[in-house]
Structure formats: C-alpha cells, structure tokens
C-alpha cells in the first residue's frame, strides 16, 4: 500500500537515491502525497475494493515497478487469464516488491503436478499468497503429505484449486496431526480422502485441538461407538472443525426438542438431523405437522421412533402428509408410529403401491397393509403382489411397472 510504514519514500516509489533522482523523486512523492489527500478526504462510503483499485492503478501510471519485475495487473490478465478487475483486487493483496519471476516458478511447479491454468486461477484467486511461495521448501513437502495419504490425480488437483489455504498451515505443526486424527475419526485413509473432499477446509481453518476434542464429545458425551463416530464423520465431516460447543448444543437439542434419550438407540439418528437442521427449521417442520392436526404428543412419538421426517422439505412434508392423510385417509396417531412411511419416495413407492393395493381390495384378492407394502423390498412386492395378478388385472400390471420404471 502506498505510504506504508517502514519504506522510505523512494522505496515506496521504486527510485533510487542519489542526487540524480532527486527531481523526479520529489515529482513522484508530491504527486503520491497529493493523491493520498484526496483519498482520505473523500466519503467515508468509498469501499476498500474501489480504494484498492484506484490505489494500483495510480501506482502503475506513475511507474512505480519496473517493467516486467515484480507482480502487476498486466501479469495476471496476460499470464493467468484474470479480468483486470479480478487482478486489480489480487495486487492489492500482495506486496509490490515481490517477483514476478517467483510466481512463474509456482505456476510452472502448480502445471507440473497437473493444474490446469483455471485450476491455479481459482486457487490464486482465494489464495494470493500462494505466488509468494517457495515450490521446493513450503509446497512439494505439503502436496507430497497429501498424497501419501491417499488424495492424488484430479482429486488433488481439484482439493488444491477448492482449499488452498492447507498450504499456509505447518506440515509438521498442523497438516500429518490434522490427517491423523480426520483417518482415526474416520476409520480409514478412504474414508477420510472422502470427508476432505467435502469439508477441505477441516486443514486449512480447523485446529488439531477442536478436531480431537469434537471427537472425545462424540465419544463420550453422545456414547456413539466408534463405528456411528465413523458414519457421522462421513455424513458431517465439517462437524469436527465446529466449536465443541456447537455439538454440546446439538446433545441437548436432540434430547430437549426431539425427547430422544442418549442411551436410545435412536440417538444417533437424532444428532443427525439435529446437527442439519437448526432451530427454526425444525419448528417450522412441527408446524406444518401441527396443520395437518398432529397433536404434541404423536409429535413426540414420530420422533422418538424415527427424526429423519424432519429432514425432507417443507413442500415434500405437505405432499406426503396431504396424499396420506386427505387422499388415503390415514390418521395422525397411524403415522406416528410408523413414520418411516414418510419418507420413502411419494411418487415411486407410496402412490403407485397404495395403488395396487386398492384394486386387490376393490377385487378381494390378496392385499396387505400399506405399512408392510412400503417396507417391502421391490423384487418382493412384485412377486407377490403384481405379477400374479398380470393375466387377470393387465391394467394395473401396466401401470405399475410404467411408473416404477421411471
């Protein structure tokens, strides 16, 4: 930033001492100084965007670099493909006195090890910085780290271009403890590639210490066992970098709102939900429940039995309770206690199902309970409930196997 603590203003300037220069220093530093008045002076609503790219572009017109020796706009718009205001804003984050020789060698080593130019655009552009680097001394080692353990090819490359704020941190301080624990948490190297592939950012913002103590609460707070520690990771792998505190809440949320007991075995279902849905949502679930005259108490029953209802959106939740309760005729207190009809597929299972069994019925022939129909795997349903009746009810045969097969 121009008139930055701690340079003299010919460094400021790139112009060298000496009496020789002394003209044009004084040229430049009155025409720094004046610019620097007006800026201070204008409205305070001027964003700092705006000020960055006013400041760049001054610095660049009044020849402050050296051609084609340190990082400017026109390096990242002809090498990096950057539109002048995306460059303008990547400058502004870096010092004016690095090498644009440096940041070559980063993008030939970044090519190297298989990124794409929009690859290292996207990893540039979160992470400036990165160009300041040395490949050999603070990249390869970290790179290296993570395919050892298991991250390579175009997931590597896509993991860096997605996260590259990982090559800030330690390799020894931060990066090999961090993996340790996310493969301990997760139960093996496969399992936890695949958590960093959806929550990369457990290396980059998360401490060793959070992601230890996320797991002692899993542990021992939530009694889950290390294989539902495994599942949970894999269903919520961001959790581990969370606030202990943040999964302290979701317990007692999950034993408060949702009346489920840690020692039941429908506990950890319920730190599912709990940990994907806040507050709000979950009440705006209950009322739609509520609207459809569930009493609190079969509120209760539902959860205690099984959450995972809550998880399906507003306007799913009004579709399956609307085709059940209005079309079908099925009560409150008959849902409650067998809430897993819910949430399987409204148009694949529960409609054309519910319509098979009505035209046995409607032929008193064999039919069954819609409860034990929609739990019935497929191949079984068919077997006894459909193909039998191929010759004598074609129609429905037809229909069944036309919608199934969407």
Known sequence: ?????GFSSAQILGVAGGKENGSRHRQLFFFFSNYNCKLRSSSTRFSYSATAKVEVEAAETAGNRIP???LSVDYFTDCLNFSRDEAISVVAKLSPYKSRANAAIVVDYLKRIGMEQSHIKAAVSKFPKLLLYHPSKNLSPKIQC????GLSGS????FIARYPFFLARGLETHLRPALHLIRQAAGSNQNA???LKRSGRLLSYSSCKTIENNILLLRTEAGLSDDQIQRFVMARPSSLRSNPTWIDNILKRVEMEFGISRSSPMFYCGLLVAAALNKSTVDKKLEIFRSY???????????????????LSEVRLKKVLNFLMKELGYGSQYL???PVILIYSLEKKIIPRSGVLKILEENELRACSLFTAIVMSESKFLGDYVLPYKNKLPDMYQRYIKTTAK
Not at 146 to 149: A, G, K, M, S, Y
Not at 293 to 311: A, V
């Open 1 to 5: 930033m121009i008139g930055t603590a």
């Open 68 to 70: 084609g020796s340190h």
């Open 146 to 149: 993570l395919e050892e353990f």
């Open 155 to 158: 997931d590597l490359v896509d």
């Open 193 to 195: 590639v695949k958590a």
């Open 293 to 311: 005259g569930w009493s609190d108490s079969e509120i209760s029953t539902m959860l205690q039995k099984l959450p995972q209802p809550l998880t």
């Open 336 to 338: 409650a206690f067998r």
